[in-house]
C-alpha cells in the first residue's frame, strides 16, 4: 500500500476528529443541529473512510460482525425500555416527565436517553449496509490499481 | 393488571416493536426455532390485546391515549374506535392463525440462517401494520405504512430461493409503494400547510370551513392516489400479482389478508372522517373516479384471473376483483354499501388467508402450484383441496359463507343508490369467479390421467389445523353474521353522520 | 405575474424537482436511475415541508430567552423522519439490485423482462411456488 501514503496519514489522522464531531453533535442536539441520527450517520462515515482505506477485512477486525449484530437492536432497545420505563413510573409511554424528580429535567434525561439509542442503532446500521454491499465482490489486486 | 389496562393501545404497537430487536438478538446462539416460537407468542398477545380494544370500544366508550402524556392536539394521539379495532382484531387474527402454519412452510422455503432475520421482519411488518390502524395523528400514518412497506419489501425478496423473480417483484413494488407513500405525504403536508395540525380529529374541526381552498383539493387528491396505489385499485394494482405470487406462502398469507385492508382502512379514515362525505369534490371523486375503477377492477380482475395457469397469481389477480367490490362500496356512500366495504375487509381476509394458506400446504408437498401440477390432487390431498374448494365458494359468494354475506350488502346498496344495472354486473362478476373456480375443481377432482410418478400424501397436521380454523370461519361468520352486521352498521353510521 | 413567479420561486422549485424525478423513474429503464429519480422526487416533497415552515422574520427555533419570533420547528422534525424512511428505502432498493445484477447479470429494464418472459416460456407448467 505504498501508493496510498498521503491517503493513509490523512485519514488516520482525520478520523478520531470526525468520531469526536459526531459525538459532538450527538450531545448537542438540543441546542443546534444535530441529534441522534445525524450524530449516527457521522460516527459511522468514520468506520466507513477506515475500510475504504485500509481495507474491508481490516475494518471487520476493528469492528467484528457479531458486534453489529448486538449494537443494531441495542439502540432500538434503549428507546423502547425508555418508553417502557415511562408507564413503569406511572406515566404514558414514552413520558419523559417522570423520569427524574423535576420535569425539566426528566423531559432533558430522556432526549438525551433515546437520542443515544437512535445515534448507536443509526451508526450500527449505516455500517452494516456499507459492509453487505463492500463485501460482495472481491477485492481488486494491488497491481490493477 | 391495571397498569396492562391503562396502556393498551400503546402496547399493541410496543410489544411487537420490541419484540424485533429481541428476535435479533437470537442470532447469538442461532436459535430459530425460538424465534419463530417467540413470534408465535408475540402475535397471540398482540391478537388478546386486540380482543380486548374491540369488546371495550363496542361495550364502553372510544379510547383516546395520548403519547408522551402530550395533550392532542400536540402530541400523537392514538385513538381506538369501532372500525380501528376492528381492523387490528383481523391483522392479529390473522397473523396468530398463519403463525402455527409457517413452522413447517418457511422451514422449507427459506434457508436456514435466514429464519432469525426473516422473523424479525415479520415482527417489523405486524408492528407497522398495527400502527397504521390504531395511531390517530396524520404523519404518524405515514411513519407506519413505511415501517410496514419496507418490511414487506424484504419478506417478499426471500421467495428468491424459489424463483428468482421474487426480486424484481420486490423491486417494482418497492418503487410504486414508495410513490404512493411519498404521495400521501404531499397531501399531508398540503393539509398542514392549509390547518396547522396533523393530528386527525383536529384536522376534521379545521377542514370544516375549507371547502373551497384549492391546497385542499389538492391535498385530497395526493392522499386518494397515494393510497390508491396501495390499496391496488385498478390501474394501480400492477405490483400485486407479481408480489404475491413469488413471495413465500406465509408472507402472501399474511400480505393478502392484511397489508391491503390496512390501505383501504386508511382511505376510509380520510375519506369520511378528515374530509367528509358532505364536500362536493369528495362526492364527484366517489362517483367519476372510484365507480367506474371500481367497476373496471372487478372485471378486469376476474377475467385476467380465468387465463392464469399458476394458482397463487389467479388468487392475486382475484384479489385485485375483490378490492374492486370494496371501491364500490365505498363509491356508492349510503349505508348498505359501506357496510359491504367493512364487512368484505373482515370477509376477504378470511377468505383469501384461507386459500393462499390451502395453496401454502400444495406447495410444500408439491414445490409447485401451477394448475397443470394439481392433477388429481382431489384424491391425494383431500383435506387441503377441500379447504381450497370451500373457499373458492366463499370467494364466489354461494350463500353460507362470508362472501354471500358482503355481496348482499354490496347489491343492497346499489339498488338503494338507484344503480340496478350495476348489480346486475355485480352477480355476472360473482359468475367469472365460478369458471376459475370451477378450472381447479377439475383438474384436481376430475383428471383422469394422473402422473403416477407424482406421489404425494396429505400435509401435517400442523398445517391443517389453522387452514380449517379459516375455513370454519368462513361458513361461522357466514351463518351467524350478527356481530361483524352489527359492527359494520356501527361504522358505517359513525362515518355517514357526519364524520368522526 | 412576474412577481409571483419570483416571490414563489421554492414552490416551482418543487414542482420542477417533483416531476423530474417522477420522470426519470417512469422513462429510464436502468434500474439504479430510477432509485435516483425515486431520490430526486422525495427531495422535492422535503424542501416543500421545509418551505412551509418558515416565518418571515423568523429565526432558528432554539429558545434563548429573548423573545423573538421562531420559524416552526415541526416540519424540520418530519423531515428528519422523512429522510431517514427514504434513505431505508434507496438501501433497500440497492441491495435488491445488487441481487437482480447476481441473478439476472444485468441491471437493465428491457433485458430482465426478456429474461423473465423466455424463463416463462421454457416453464410448460405456469412456474414454481
Keep these: 500500500m505504498r501508493h496510498h501514503l498521503v491517503l493513509r496519514v490523512v485519514a488516520k489522522m482525520l478520523i478520531p476528529f470526525i468520531l469526536l464531531f459526531g459525538l459532538y453533535v450527538q450531545f448537542h442536539g438540543d441546542f443546534g443541529p444535530g441529534g441522534g441520527f445525524q450524530a449516527g450517520v457521522i460516527f459511522a462515515a468514520a468506520f466507513i473512510l477506515y475500510a475504504l482505506v485500509f481495507g474491508d477485512d481490516q475494518a471487520r477486525k476493528v469492528v467484528p460482525d457479531k458486534a453489529l449484530i448486538l449494537l443494531v437492536p441495542l439502540g432500538l432497545l434503549i428507546y423502547a425500555l425508555t418508553g417502557f420505563a415511562g408507564i413503569l413510573l406511572g406515566g404514558k409511554f414514552l413520558d419523559y416527565d417522570v423520569l427524574s424528580s423535576d420535569p425539566t429535567h426528566g423531559q432533558h434525561l430522556g432526549i438525551l436517553i433515546i437520542e443515544l439509542g437512535v445515534g448507536i442503532t443509526v451508526a450500527a446500521v449505516m455500517i452494516s449496509i456499507f459492509r453487505a454491499y463492500a463485501g460482495r465482490t472481491k477485492a481488486i489486486d494491488k497491481e490493477d490499481w | 393488571m391495571n397498569i396492562i389496562l391503562a396502556h393498551l393501545p400503546v402496547l399493541q404497537v410496543a410489544i411487537p416493536l420490541i419484540a424485533a430487536p429481541i428476535c435479533v438478538l437470537f442470532t447469538f446462539g442461532g436459535h430459530r426455532k425460538l424465534a419463530w416460537c417467540f413470534t408465535l407468542v408475540i402475535s397471540w398477545v398482540s391478537f388478546l390485546i386486540a380482543g380486548a380494544l374491540l369488546s371495550h370500544v363496542l361495550l364502553e366508550a372510544d379510547i383516546s391515549y395520548a403519547i408522551g402524556n402530550w395533550p392532542p392536539p400536540f402530541g400523537i394521539e392514538y385513538r381506538v374506535d369501532p372500525i380501528n379495532a376492528f381492523v387490528l382484531l383481523i391483522i392479529s387474527g390473522i397473523s396468530a392463525i398463519a403463525l402455527p402454519f409457517a413452522r413447517l412452510s418457511v422451514e422449507k422455503e427459506i434457508e436456514n440462517d435466514r429464519h432469525i432475520l426473516f422473523y424479525t421482519s415479520y415482527l417489523l411488518c405486524l408492528t407497522g401494520l398495527l400502527g397504521v390502524t390504531i395511531t390517530g395523528d396524520a404523519f404518524n400514518i405515514f411513519v407506519f405504512l413505511e415501517i410496514s412497506s419496507l418490511s414487506t ?16 417483484a420486490a423491486y417494482n413494488y418497492l418503487i410504486l409503494g414508495t410513490i404512493g407513500a411519498t404521495f400521501f405525504v404531499i397531501g399531508i403536508g398540503l393539509l398542514y400547510m392549509v390547518t396547522g395540525t396533523l393530528n386527525i380529529a383536529d384536522l376534521a374541526e379545521r377542514l370544516k370551513p375549507l371547502s373551497d381552498n384549492r391546497a385542499v383539493h389538492a391535498g385530497f387528491a395526493f392522499i386518494v392516489i397515494g393510497m390508491a396505489l396501495k390499496l391496488a385499485l385498478f390501474p394501480m394494482h400492477v405490483w400485486l400479482p407479481n408480489a404475491y405470487t413469488y413471495a413465500p406462502s406465509l408472507v402472501t398469507v399474511f400480505l393478502a389478508a392484511t397489508s391491503t385492508k390496512v390501505s383501504v382502512y386508511v382511505l376510509l379514515r380520510f375519506l369520511f372522517t378528515v374530509f367528509g362525505p358532505t364536500y362536493d369534490f369528495v362526492d364527484l371523486t366517489f362517483e367519476f373516479v372510484f365507480l367506474p375503477l371500481a367497476l373496471l377492477a372487478m372485471f378486469a380482475g376476474s377475467i385476467t384471473a380465468i387465463f392464469q395457469t399458476n394458482v397463487k397469481r389467479l388468487f392475486a389477480y382475484s384479489s385485485v376483483a375483490q378490492l374492486g367490490y370494496m371501491m364500490l362500496g365505498v363509491s356508492l356512500s349510503n349505508i348498505p354499501g359501506l357496510m359491504a366495504t367493512i364487512l368484505h375487509i373482515f370477509n376477504h381476509a378470511l377468505m383469501k388467508g384461507a386459500l393462499f394458506m390451502a395453496l401454502g400446504c400444495v406447495a410444500y408437498r408439491l414445490g409447485t402450484v401451477s394448475l397443470s401440477s394439481m392433477k388429481g390432487l382431489g384424491r391425494s390431498m383431500p383435506w387441503t383441496m377441500g379447504a381450497l374448494i370451500l373457499g373458492g365458494l366463499s370467494l364466489i359468494g354461494v350463500p353460507g359463507t362470508v362472501g354471500f354475506i358482503s355481496k348482499w350488502h354490496l347489491i343492497l346498496g346499489t339498488l338503494e343508490a338507484g344503480y340496478w344495472p350495476i348489480a346486475i354486473l355485480i352477480v355476472g362478476s360473482s359468475l367469472l369467479a365460478v369458471i376459475y373456480i370451477w378450472k381447479i375443481v377439475e383438474v384436481a377432482y376430475l383428471e383422469n390421467d394422473v402422473d403416477q410418478n407424482q406421489v404425494s400424501k396429505e400435509v401435517p397436521i400442523s398445517m391443517l389445523a389453522p387452514l380449517w380454523v379459516l375455513v370454519i370461519l368462513n361458513f361461522y361468520f ?14 358505517a353510521e359513525t362515518f355517514l353522520g357526519g364524520g368522526a | 405575474m412576474v412577481d409571483a ?12 424537482l417533483m416531476m423530474l424525478g417522477l420522470y426519470i423513474v417512469v422513462s429510464r429503464g436502468n434500474l439504479v436511475k430510477k432509485i435516483v429519480g425515486l431520490n430526486i422526487f422525495q427531495t422535492s416533497v422535503f424542501i416543500l415541508y421545509i418551505s412551509l415552515g418558515k416565518v418571515s422574520g423568523g429565526t432558528a427555533p432554539i429558545l434563548t430567552g429573548k423573545p423573538e419570533t421562531f420559524s416552526n420547528p415541526l416540519p424540520h422534525v418530519l423531515i428528519l423522519t422523512a429522510i431517514v424512511v427514504g ?13 437482480i445484477r447476481e441473478s439476472y447479470g444485468t441491471i437493465e429494464e428491457d433485458d430482465i423482462l426478456i429474461a423473465e418472459r423466455s424463463q416463462e416460456v421454457s416453464e410448460p407448467n405456469g412456474g414454481t411456488v
Design chain 2, 478 to 491: 357466514g351463518i351467524d353474521a350478527d356481530l361483524t352486521t352489527w359492527v359494520a352498521r356501527n361504522v
Design chain 2, 153 to 168: 419489501y424484504v419478506l417478499i425478496a426471500t421467495g428468491v430461493r424459489q424463483d428468482r423473480r421474487a426480486l424484481t
Design chain 3, 5 to 16: 413567479l419570483i416571490s414563489h420561486y421554492n414552490y416551482w422549485l418543487i414542482i420542477i
Design chain 3, 87 to 99: 434513505i431505508a428505502t434507496t438501501a433497500l432498493g440497492l441491495a435488491l439490485v445488487v441481487r
